[in-house]
Each structure stands twice: as C-alpha cells, then as structure tokens.
C-alpha cells in the first residue's frame, strides 16, 4: 500500500474569528489538490479563543464531507487547556509533534 | 501585596492578542499553569463577547475596558462594555451545553462559566456593564 498523501497545513499566531476565510481557503486547496490527510500543525499557533475552535470543528466537518481525515499536532499548552475544557480531545486525532504524527500514521499506513 | 492593572482596547477582534500580551505580563505563582491559562481563556472570551454581541453595531473607537487585579487569596478579571442592559446570568442558564463534534460557536459563555469560580455581568450608574470573573488560589 503506498502512503497516505498529506497535506500540512501550518496555524500561526492567534487563531480566532478573523481566520475564518483564510482557514476555510487553504483547507479547500488542499483538499482540491488530493490530499488525504490534512494535518493542522499548530507549532507557531500562540493562542486560540472559541471562535478559533469553533473554525476547526467546521474544518473536521468539511474534511469529513470530502471523504478524508483531519488531525493536529504540537499543541501548546494554551490549546491543550483549551481542549481540555471542551472536551474536544474526543472530536479531535491529535499527536504530540510532527515527529509523533510521522510514526503513528505514516509507518503504520505504509 | 495587591496589584491592579488596567487596559483599555477597541472594539476589534484584531486586539485579542493585545489583551492575551498584556495579561501575559503576569504570571501569578499562586496559580497553577493550567489554572493560569484557564484564566487567559476566559478573559478572550470575555473581550470578544464584548466586541461580538454587547457592542454589536457600535464604532470600532468604541472602548472595552479590562481590569487585571491580584489579591490575596483570588484574582479578579473585569471587562467593561458600553452595550445594552443584558441578563448574562439568566441566558447563561438557558444555554445547552454544546456538542464538541458539532457546535461551530456558543462555547464563549461556557467556558467563562467553566473557569471561574465567581461570575457576575453588572450595569454601573454610568451605563457600563462589568463582566466580573474571580479565582481563587488553591
């Protein structure tokens, strides 16, 4: 079986309300391009509020509508405590790193 | 020792990471991390309520007022808007509790409600409205 392909999708900075279009935008080109699998990577994302949730869980809805898998790696431990209190580490696939993400996936898919 | 910091901010979601910035200069040890970031989190709330809904179609110049104050056995964090008269408790009652698979926004509310441990939204004599959120240290 050949590998999944994997579209990386970086967040950076504070991720709220005003990055609706701009998350909506770049999810649709990837999803455009074939990849199976959007990995949100949120190593330089500093701080994210409800709306910059609430953008995720619509992003999960239109991967999952498009047929692919959505995951997320290196949250910072704003978000985590973020995830924490909406529980939203049962919506969400979410590894450790990219490190973490490459062997649980990657090797496990190939 | 108490402190009390005060900043005040536009109506635009653009400053939500000058609020974050500001409150960051701080670090109560009293504290711990989570509870810390917890605290962090309920005042983004609290900012972009204010910009969202209590100030909804007012100018962008218009003020949201933050207070930061330490004390010696709880933080308090207020946040004051200029917006209508507004039963924050009573629709805070009313609200269900979001699906986390489903909900795409009224998580703000909540999570406020989640992290602290005294909450109150209050009209002053001069037409203001004080979101109140208290911590206390553990």
């Known amino acids: 079986m050949s590998s999944p392909k994997v579209s990386t999708i970086a967040i950076e900075g504070v991720l709220d309300g005003t990055k609706a279009d701009q998350v909506r935008q770049t999810l649709n080109a990837a999803i455009n391009e074939g990849a199976d699998i959007l990995l949100f990577n949120c190593e330089q994302l500093t701080f994210m509020d409800s709306s910059g949730l609430g953008l995720l869980v619509h992003a999960l809805k239109m991967v999952r509508a498009a047929k692919r898998k959505m995951m997320l790696c290196s949250l910072n431990k704003q978000v985590s405590t973020l995830f924490q209190l909406t529980e939203m580490y049962q919506v969400f696939q979410v590894y450790e790193d990219l490190a973490d993400f490459e062997e649980q996936v990657l090797n496990r898919d190939a | ?138």
């Open chain 2, 1 to 138: 020792m108490n402190q009390n910091n005060h900043l005040q901010v536009k109506t635009d979601l653009n400053d939500l990471a000058l609020v974050i910035d500001w409150i960051n200069q701080w670090n109560p040890q009293v504290l711990s991390e989570t509870e810390w970031l917890q605290c962090q989190i309920a005042l983004a709330e609290g900012f972009t309520n204010a910009v969202r809904h209590a100030h909804r179609g007012l100018p962008l110049e218009t003020p949201i007022e933050i207070d930061f104050n330490l004390y010696g056995d709880h933080l308090e964090i207020c946040v004051w808007d200029l917006g209508p008269p507004f039963d924050l408790l009573t629709t805070l009652t009313m609200l269900p509790e979001p699906n986390p698979a489903h909900a795409e926004s009224g998580r703000g509310l909540q999570l406020i409600r989640r992290v602290a441990d005294e909450l109150s939204y209050t009209r002053n004599e001069s037409r203001q409205n004080c979101l109140r959120i208290v911590k206390y240290y553990t």
